[in-house]
């Protein structure tokens, strides 16, 4: 889907419209809270249980915490946000107010939600809060583009 839009001067150019996809940035949070709670027992010190370790050719051990792993999902879908940031259509505000909720939920979890007490849960924030920021630059400097004065 595209919809096109007319230019001073006579010129058009269609803007790119995709799908409305809700913040990518909710399945580490929702992941987070389910295994802080079901797995952890609330206690933030899970997260840093190892998940397993690889020997390494150098003669070290490297090992993968819980915590490790969510971060890791949180950078891939902070990845494909900043992707569908650059997306320009009625939508993408829709995604970006509820790429802010979202980050005012987690802040309010984090200061109030003693399992959220942790490094790997700010981390997760920090990403969200990337995201908002990200988002709303992304679509200012891309609306600037948009319009052309001759």
């Known amino acids: 889907m595209s919809e ?3 230019l001073p001067g006579g010129r058009s150019t269609v803007r790119r419209r995709g799908p409305f996809i809700p913040p990518l940035l909710v399945i580490p949070f929702v992941l987070y809270n389910l295994l802080a709670f079901a797995m952890f027992g609330g206690l933030p010190g899970g997260w840093s249980s190892q998940l397993f370790s690889i020997h390494m050719v150098s003669g070290t051990d490297w090992s993968l915490t819980w915590g490790d792993l969510m971060l890791l999902i949180g950078i891939i879908c902070l990845f494909f946000e900043v992707l569908k940031s650059t997306n320009t259509g009625r939508s993408s505000l829709i995604e970006h107010m509820l790429s802010t909720v979202l980050f005012i939920v987690f802040l309010v979890e984090f200061i109030l939600v003693g399992a959220a007490a942790s490094s790997t849960f700010f981390l ?3 990403m969200s ?16 583009r948009d319009v052309t004065m001759e």
């Open 124 to 126: 997760l924030m920090a």
């Open 4 to 6: 096109t839009v007319i």
């Open 129 to 144: 809060f990337v995201d908002v920021v990200a988002g709303f630059s992304i679509s200012i400097t891309g609306a600037g």
